[in-house]
Structure formats: structure tokens, C-alpha cells
């Protein structure tokens, strides 16, 4: 069993900044690539940022400059730092891990159940 917790959203006015973290845990061979994505309110859920284990990492043209992805060396524990928030930015944040499970052959795909940002005056 593989479960990803996400932390750290909330409300904030633009031009501050918060913090996403998001740990994965349970039985776990390895990951790949952990992502955020988000889903604003009647729009579909689009990437946002991802790092992969040699510490890579590419974002998405809306988010370039003002978030920054992380991963703990040695835990399955991810970041997104986001400043200078926008209102654009308000949507559920959900943490995603491309990994292996333990006793696996396969990667396989998993989801957190996401975190709210609200970016308002």
C-alpha cells in the first residue's frame, strides 16, 4: 500500500507565498518522478512542476521564476515552494509519484488527494 500525503496549502493574498510538501509513504522499491499538478474550478488538472531522482526538474511556463520544486535526498519527501501567488494560482494542488512499489516489476502511477490554495485580496 502506497499513500501520498499532501500539506501545507491555504489562503493568501497575492504576491505571498506558500509552501507544498508532499511525502509518500508505505512500501516503496523506488521513485522516479514525483509532480504537482492542480485543477482550478471548472478547468481541467494540468502539470504544474516535477523533479525527477537525479534532482531534475521542469515546470510549467505559468509558473517559471516564481515556484521551485525540491526532493529530500534519501526520503520520498517533495516541495513546492510558490511565491509572488497570483489569483490565477488558486486551485486544488495535488501531489503525484511515478514509482515502484515494493515487490514490484512496474512502475505505477499514484495520487494524493490534493491541498486547496487560495489566492485572494
Known amino acids: 500500500q502506497v499513500n501520498l500525503v499532501e500539506s501545507g496549502g491555504g489562503s493568501v493574498q497575492p504576491g505571498g507565498s506558500l509552501r507544498l510538501s508532499c511525502t509518500a509513504s508505505?512500501?516503496?522499491?523506488?521513485?522516479?518522478?514525483m509532480a504537482w499538478y492542480r485543477q482550478a474550478p471548472g478547468k481541467e488538472r494540468e502539470f504544474v512542476a516535477r523533479?525527477?531522482?537525479?534532482?531534475?526538474?521542469d515546470y510549467a511556463d505559468s509558473v517559471k521564476g516564481r515556484f521551485t520544486i525540491s526532493k529530500e535526498l534519501g526520503r520520498n519527501t517533495m516541495h513546492l515552494q510558490m511565491t509572488d501567488l497570483k489569483a490565477e494560482d488558486t486551485a486544488i494542488y495535488y501531489c503525484?509519484?511515478?514509482?515502484?512499489?515494493?515487490?514490484?516489476?512496474?512502475?505505477?502511477?499514484?495520487w494524493g488527494q490534493g491541498t486547496q490554495v487560495t489566492v485572494s485580496s
Open positions: 503525484n509519484a511515478d514509482l515502484i512499489p515494493s515487490g514490484a516489476v512496474q512502475r505505477r502511477e499514484y
Open positions: 508505505g512500501s516503496i522499491a523506488g521513485v522516479v518522478v
Open positions: 523533479i525527477h531522482t537525479v534532482q531534475l526538474a
